[in-house]
């Protein structure tokens, strides 16, 4: 005779029972969590159509695109930088740790933990490099002996800064502005950077070298990051997780390694095709093949 339904149940509640309790615990609150925001400039202008993303504590991820997809303004979204510009987030929500940011002046958000570094850096030219770096510190309350504390570590990670500590800021190389502008940003002791087009401008091995210490800071400091880049191949290089952004919508995302070896995202962001070179005339063809777009 077969066995009743509540039979089965029984002999497989042991089974059940068994199960270690991590296989059960819910996954920890990411430190960011964009939902399905959309954004608007001059009251017509939309930009950002229906936007979300989460970046986890203590992670690293890419927001990938071509120039103009949004991923700047997705930034300035969550660092509430919108209003310089007549942008405003109309739809949607930005939780940071916890708490609900949109309507967080840009200089609280930087008390609760999160600062975006600008692309093209925008370090104080006539400043000299530990002046940009003090500036960092400005919204801090907790004395100068532990500003100074935070001044060493940057220099621990950027040494060429401590060389060139007192050289006006304008004066120094493209890359040394980028290790600039990521220290002052450090100096606020922050749990999460918004990092704008770090390699924009910057020769291949510089590049390398600030990624590296992006990564350093991840590992070694815990700090959150949440990468704006045009470089799609370094920038999976050193993310966990990425997500695609086109025409203001994220049309693609997953691990960053899924999306190293994706053949969308082979061909058309880092340039490697199945089939080897192809003419700018099939190149005009395949591009109508993007299945996000379908």
């Not at 936007?51 to 690293?60: M, N, Q």
């Not at 609900?100 to 570094?117: D, F, H, K, Y």
Request: aromatic share 6%.
């Amino acid at each position: 005779m077969s066995e009743t339904p509540a039979t089965e149940a029984a002999g497989r509640a042991p089974a059940a029972a068994s199960l270690p309790a991590a296989a059960t615990a819910p996954a920890a609150a990411p430190i960011l969590s964009v939902n399905n925001i959309e954004v608007i400039y001059d009251h017509v202008i939309l930009v950002l159509k229906g936007v979300s993303l989460t970046v986890p504590e203590r992670g690293v991820v890419a927001l990938l695109g071509a120039n103009g997809a949004g991923k700047t303004t997705t930034l300035k979204a969550i660092s509430n930088l919108l209003g310089a510009e007549r942008g405003e987030v109309t739809k949607g929500s930005i939780v940071f740790c916890g708490e609900t940011v949109e309507a967080l002046s840009p200089n609280a958000l930087v008390r609760r933990g999160c600062i975006q570094v600008m692309e093209g850096r925008h370090c104080f030219g006539h400043l000299s490099i530990e002046e940009n770096l003090l500036t960092g510190a400005y919204t801090r309350r907790d004395g100068g002996a532990a500003i100074r504390r935070d001044l060493e570590m940057v220099y621990t990670y950027f040494p060429r800064l401590k060389v060139r500590r007192a050289s006006q800021a304008g004066y120094t190389s493209g890359g040394e502005q980028q290790m600039c502008a990521i220290g002052r940003a450090l100096m606020s002791r922050p749990k999460m950077i918004l990092l704008d087009e770090p390699s924009m401008g910057l020769a291949p091995q510089l590049v390398e070298e600030i990624f590296e210490i992006v990564h350093k800071l991840n590992v070694g400091e815990g700090v959150s990051f949440l990468l704006a880049e045009q470089n799609t191949n370094v920038a999976l290089r050193y993310a966990t997780h990425g997500y695609i952004l086109e025409n203001g919508r994220v049309v693609m995302d997953g691990p960053a390694s899924a999306l190293a070896e994706n053949e969308d995202v082979r061909e058309f962001y880092l340039g490697v095709g199945g089939e080897g070179r192809k003419s700018f005339r099939e190149v005009k063809h395949y591009k109508r093949r993007k299945r996000w777009l379908s």
